[in-house]
């Protein structure tokens, strides 16, 4: 008894660790190509169909298995919520929820609007994630305030390159800020006044002092525009 009671637990451990897995991204873009992964494929099946449903329509794959593993890019054409099945093995489901592709350029345009009316950089930003956040939590405009203030800003700010941008923009922020209040700034423009004596001009000057401050695009961006 206790023979059989060992190989059935050994059994249960060994099949439940090698059940098939779908790893898919929680969001994608209509048209765009996203990852699509499936793992612990036996060797007895070498093609694995898989169905992508909706409400709407369907959308069917096969993919010829390697090593017990289809690692490939799909594209769906439709945005909407999709349940992921496969024929092979009727236990193994996921979702991914698909948005329509335009809805990448609404941020960071309307950001740019805002920022050229009110001439708050802040609030235009701001404007921009937060709409982005609508977009991926469903629609739900009190939801994605609480998530892009529990999970977004903190998930943005404990990532160490992140971090890194932030702290090097505010102290080579800093640093231009001191050099403008010590008269820096106002004495390279009394050199480039000189230059820049019509808008043409102006403009040539401005895209000569981009290509000279080369060393880093956020200090480009800083020392250039201030």
């Not at 969001?27 to 070498?46: R, Y």
């Not at 193994?92 to 948005?99: D, H």
């Not at 423009?189 to 000189?194: E, F, G, Q, S, T």
């Not at 808008?199 to 201030?226: C, E, H, P, Q, S």
Request: net charge neutral; hydrophobic share 50%; charged share 10%.
């Amino acid at each position: 008894m206790r023979a059989f009671n060992f190989i059935f637990t050994f059994f249960l451990f060994f099949t439940t660790g090698l059940s098939q897995q779908i790893t898919v991204p929680p969001l994608a873009l209509d048209g765009i190509k996203f990852q699509f992964k499936i793992e612990n494929i036996p060797d007895t099946t070498s093609i694995v169909n898989v169905s992508f449903l909706n409400d709407e329509d369907g959308v069917d794959f096969s993919f010829i298995q390697q090593k017990g593993i289809v690692d490939t890019q799909i594209v769906l054409n439709n945005s909407g919520n999709y349940s992921i099945m496969s024929s092979n093995f009727p236990g193994l489901t996921s979702g991914i929820r698909v948005l329509p592709g335009f809805f990448s350029i609404i941020p960071p345009l309307l950001a740019i609007l805002l920022a050229l009316v009110f001439r708050q950089v802040i609030v235009a930003l701001f404007a921009g994630v937060f709409t982005g956040a609508i977009f991926i939590y469903d629609y739900n405009p009190l939801l994605a305030l609480m998530r892009l203030i529990d999970r977004v800003t903190v998930e943005t700010v404990v990532d160490r390159s992140h971090t890194e941008i932030i702290i090097f923009t505010l102290l080579f922020g800093g640093v231009v800020s001191l050099i403008s209040s010590n008269g820096g700034t106002k004495g390279l423009a009394n050199v480039l006044i000189k230059i820049a004596s019509t808008r043409k001009n102006t403009m040539i000057a401005t895209w000569l002092m981009g290509l000279a401050i080369f060393f880093d695009d956020y200090a480009n961006t800083l020392i250039v525009g201030n």
